[in-house]
């Protein structure tokens, strides 16, 4: 991993550069939100390329039982163009595009924070205000628009810690992420060898003749087992709650997800969500100025992240989820239980973002660059969109259509989502500058309303 992402590998020339050029060529206004030329195009790319890409996992939660997004005997997913779904997704997408999303959060730290013609207490003022604000983002995403899915909730709570590292160096952020990554590699393979252990010891209690009285040692791993399986939320009693509460009515999965969102703002992010997050928000500031998202670098250097990072992520991947389906879907090889789940998204991630940089910076797929721009320039707007919308076609209250979808079924309405916010955005920013959420979120922000409409001259 080192070796793709530190700065030596890479032939980089002194770290301060950058991101001092990038924020030197800001405009010094007053204190506003960045919109129209102020932006930066590739870093509103890289995020529609990672929002719509994160609807390739999310849409497994919408349309099927939670534990359906590692697990694809929830949906009997486990043989013909259902398996070859669930493997395509698995090795090209999971953890990437959530990585990728979460690290341009950290840049968009430091964009938000290069003002220069502001006093560092209203910046601050602003900064935390508009962090705080993204958790009550996520409070409404999670309980009143029902995704216990929700990523900004974290975000925001992780976010908080951010002002402490923006002035640090790229090196001293990297070392830092690269910390954490360490100890949650080391989190992962734990749960690893636990769940492995817990589950040979089934086994040969399974394997006992019929009729052979159990020891209390051995009722008690069959107990535990059990336990394991429920906080998995792959048991079939909270499978079949599951069903019941989404084929239920608004006020009834609103009850039914409200202490499953508590456990996972509690207890969850306390001992996983954060550290994932943060770890990814500070890479992406090292990123950030480090010149990697701007798509000014050679392209030397974005191949390199490309090759390297691909190279790396993609077998990892491979042999993970070749090993999950050969195992019979043993569940100590499913998702965060694999031991080098964190090198392999990460790297993953790394390479993506090669990848887009080298089509922005040599302004390749024109049509394709200015949907995605749009779309992440509405990135708030789509994501909590996301929601209202799947959630409408799934659950009970809507079409119902939760459970009813074919594993490759449900990538059609991936399909039509992405057809309908790249529609939305472009026409949207034709005549505004702000996407309805991003608009509420900045005239919150600043306490006072954002002209929204866009002149006549500009359109």
């Known amino acids: 991993m080192a070796a793709i992402l530190a700065p030596a590998s890479l032939d980089f020339p002194s770290i301060p550069y950058y991101a001092d050029r990038m924020i030197q060529n800001m405009?010094?206004?007053?204190?506003?939100?960045?919109?129209?030329?102020?932006?930066?195009?590739?870093?509103?790319?890289?995020?529609?390329?990672?929002?719509?890409?994160?609807?390739?996992?999310?849409?497994?939660?919408?349309?099927?039982?939670?534990?359906?997004?590692?697990?694809?005997?929830?949906?009997?997913?486990?043989?013909?163009?259902?398996l070859a779904v669930f493997a395509s997704m698995d090795i090209l997408v999971e953890g990437s595009m959530r990585a990728i999303f979460s690290m341009l959060f950290g840049a968009g730290m430091l964009i938000f924070l290069a003002k220069r013609d502001t006093d560092e207490d209203t910046?601050?003022?602003?900064?935390?205000?508009?962090?705080?604000?993204?958790?009550?983002?996520?409070?409404?995403?999670?309980?009143?628009?029902?995704?216990?899915?929700?990523?900004?909730?974290?975000?925001?709570?992780?976010?908080?810690?951010?002002?402490?590292?923006?002035?640090?160096?790229?090196?001293?952020?990297?070392?830092?992420?690269?910390?954490?990554?360490?100890?949650?590699?080391?989190?992962?393979?734990?749960?690893?060898?636990?769940?492995?252990?817990?589950?040979?010891?089934?086994?040969?209690?399974?394997?006992l003749p019929p009729g052979v009285s159990l020891s209390i040692e051995q009722e008690q791993t069959l107990t535990d087992w059990d336990a394991f399986l429920e906080e998995q939320l792959v048991s079939p009693e909270l499978i079949a709650q599951e069903f019941e509460a989404r084929k239920s009515g608004y006020i009834d999965n609103v009850i039914a997800y409200a202490p499953f969102n508590i456990f996972l703002q509690t207890a969850v992010f306390l001992f996983s969500t954060l550290w994932d997050v943060l770890a990814m928000m500070l890479l992406g500031m090292a990123f950030f100025k480090w010149g990697l998202l701007d798509a000014s670098r050679d392209s030397r250097d974005y191949w390199l992240l490309a090759i390297a990072g691909i190279g790396l992520?993609?077998?990892?991947?491979?042999?993970?989820?070749?090993?999950?389906?050969?195992?019979?879907?043993?569940?100590?090889?499913?998702?965060?239980?694999?031991?080098?789940?964190?090198?392999?998204?990460?790297?993953?991630?790394?390479?993506?973002?090669?990848?887009?940089?080298?089509?922005?910076?040599?302004?390749?797929?024109?049509?394709?660059?200015?949907?995605?721009?749009?779309?992440?320039?509405?990135?708030?707007?789509?994501?909590?969109?996301?929601?209202?919308?799947?959630?409408?076609?799934f659950m009970g209250f809507?079409?119902?259509?939760?459970?009813?979808?074919?594993?490759?079924?449900?990538?059609?309405?991936?399909?039509?989502?992405?057809?309908?916010?790249?529609?939305?955005?472009?026409?949207?920013?034709?005549?505004?500058r702000f996407g309805p959420a991003e608009w509420l979120w900045r005239s919150l922000t600043y306490k006072q309303s954002q002209p929204l409409r866009l002149a006549a001259s500009r359109r």
């Not at 929002?51 to 694809?72: C, K, Q």
């Open 398 to 432: 809507g079409l119902g259509l939760f459970g009813e979808l074919q594993r490759y079924q449900a990538y059609l309405v991936v399909v039509a989502v992405w057809i309908f916010q790249i529609i939305f955005s472009l026409v949207w920013l034709r005549f505004y």
């Open 123 to 207: 910046l601050r003022g602003l900064f935390y205000r508009r962090t705080v604000l993204l958790i009550i983002f996520g409070l409404v995403n999670a309980y009143i628009f029902v995704w216990p899915g929700d990523i900004l909730y974290s975000y925001g709570m992780a976010g908080l810690l951010l002002y402490f590292f923006r002035d640090f160096s790229a090196v001293q952020l990297t070392k830092y992420s690269l910390a954490i990554f360490s100890l949650l590699a080391l989190i992962h393979l734990s749960l690893h060898m636990d769940a492995r252990t817990l589950r040979n010891d089934v086994k040969a209690v399974e394997g």
């Open 313 to 393: 992520g993609l077998p990892l991947n491979y042999l993970e989820t070749a090993t999950y389906i050969s195992s019979g879907f043993e569940i100590y090889w499913a998702g965060g239980f694999r031991p080098s789940y964190d090198v392999s998204r990460l790297s993953l991630a790394v390479g993506y973002i090669g990848l887009v940089m080298l089509i922005c910076k040599h302004a390749l797929m024109p049509w394709v660059r200015k949907a995605l721009a749009a779309v992440g320039q509405l990135a708030l707007t789509n994501y909590l969109s996301q929601s209202v919308i799947c959630n409408f076609i």
């Open 27 to 82: 405009p010094a206004t007053a204190v506003t939100p960045v919109t129209g030329k102020s932006r930066i195009q590739s870093i509103d790319v890289l995020r529609g390329f990672a929002l719509l890409g994160i609807l390739l996992m999310n849409i497994l939660v919408f349309a099927f039982p939670f534990a359906a997004y590692s697990d694809p005997r929830v949906d009997g997913a486990t043989e013909g163009i259902n």
